[in-house]
């Protein structure tokens, strides 16, 4: 018996013991896991040890994933460009103007339709000068022009460029609101830009995207004096847009909206402007004298081909332009250009294709000499071009 009580002593003892030590051992944790309420203590200690416990994954983070820019806000840029676009109705006696290019689109919309189109265009000057495609115009024996404001005015056409297809119009108003011109040389695939017009009769539209390719050449004129040197988009253009201004994120004139790739007659994705700088050269002719001062240059010219430069024994050489024949007259003859001349620069800019040799030429003046790189036998040699006027 006494043995029993010694044992129930003994094991209530260590019960005790065991209780105290677990109750002291819990009131420590708890005190550990207290908030720090003193100032000396930092109040941020579990995220610096999160850092702390992985100090290579967040610099290599840091390296391998940059700061990104913030996604563009085009707010700015269409508040600006709205006020200068107008709407345009282009009525005639026949048919109805397309009122965007579509290449590869043929059938249904060749037959007659409704007289009268509509198109956009975009204001030049504050004394009422406008600037808009040809193709919407050219038929037209009344042309009226709405701004956002919902002023309507009749139109008349200052003069017009076909081989571009640009048209300047003039309205009789005044304080007009218009766009600061951007540099389309300037221009870089992957910038953000925007389309402004009245796309299937909706007006005051704005799209976005980016500049998709620059001198682009889509065979749209069928004159080989055309000038086709396109900025391409993705920014959304469908009938109802030609005419209108592409536009830059900080809201300037980049070019002028023409032309769309399609099977459909709608937008599929790729959109055509012509640029400003070109835009600006053949505007301001109309302007003064009614019509495009075109410089002639006088050649038949084609971007190099494979075939090009085995022909003429070509080494290092993959990019200019070949002259194909000279014509009689003309700024090339009387500058001593020869066929087969390969052209591969302007001055200092490097010519690597056809089109942008036309845009370049397009945009010289009469009288402008142009210092032409040729390479020519193999030697690379510089021809000094006066620019004579193109013949009537």
């Known amino acids: 018996m006494q043995s029993f009580w010694r044992l129930f002593a003994a094991a209530l003892g260590g019960g005790i013991l065991a209780a105290v030590l677990v109750l002291a051992a819990v009131g420590g944790r708890k005190a550990a896991v207290q ?14 040890s999160v850092q702390n416990e992985t100090p290579m994954l967040v610099a290599d983070d840091s390296e391998a994933f940059p700061e ?20 345009i109705t ?32 975009v204001i030049y000057t504050s004394n009422g000068y406008l600037i808009t495609n040809n193709h919407v115009v050219e038929t037209a024996t ?7 404001d919902r002023r309507t005015f009749p139109a008349s056409l200052v003069g017009a460029d076909p081989k571009s297809d640009l048209a300047v119009l003039k309205i009789e108003a005044n304080d007009l609101p218009f766009l600061e ?43 080989l004096d055309a000038i086709e040197s396109f900025l391409q988009t993705d920014a959304a253009v469908n009938p109802g847009n030609s005419g209108g201004p592409l536009v830059t994120a900080d809201g300037k004139l980049l070019g002028i909206n023409t032309a769309i790739a399609s099977r459909t007659g709608r937008f599929q994705g ?8 070109l835009v600006r050269r053949i505007a301001d002719d109309i302007i003064e004298y009614g019509s495009f001062q075109r410089a002639f240059l006088g050649v038949e010219i084609s971007t190099l081909t494979r075939s090009d430069v085995k022909r003429l024994k070509l080494k290092n050489r993959t990019e200019g332009v070949v002259v194909d024949a000279i014509f009689a007259g003309g700024s090339a003859e009387t500058a001593g250009l020869l066929v087969n001349d390969l052209i591969i620069g302007i001055g200092e800019r490097p010519i690597r294709d056809l089109p942008e040799l036309t845009e370049f030429i397009g945009r010289a003046k009469v009288g402008e000499t142009l210092n032409l790189k040729v390479v020519r036998n193999g030697l690379v040699r510089e021809v000094i071009v006066k620019m004579l006027a193109a013949k009537e």
């Open 35 to 48: 908030p720090a309420t003193s100032t000396d203590m930092a109040p941020a200690a579990a995220p610096l």
């Open 68 to 87: 990104l820019p913030l996604p563009v806000d085009l707010r700015a840029a269409a508040r600006v460009a709205t006020p200068a676009v107008v709407h």
């Open 90 to 121: 282009a009525r005639n006696g026949g048919r109805r103007r397309e009122t965007v290019k579509a290449l590869f689109n043929r059938g249904a919309d060749d037959e007659p339709m409704i007289a009268g189109g509509e198109g956009s265009g």
């Open 142 to 148: 009344e042309i009226i022009v709405t701004t956002t």
């Open 181 to 223: 011109l951007a540099d389309s040389d300037a221009a870089e695939p992957g910038q953000w830009v925007l389309a402004v017009g009245s796309p299937l009769g909706l007006t005051s539209t704005v799209t976005a995207g980016i500049v998709s390719a620059k001198g682009r050449s889509i065979q749209l004129f069928p004159e």
């Open 270 to 277: 790729y959109s055509f402007a012509i640029p400003i700088n």
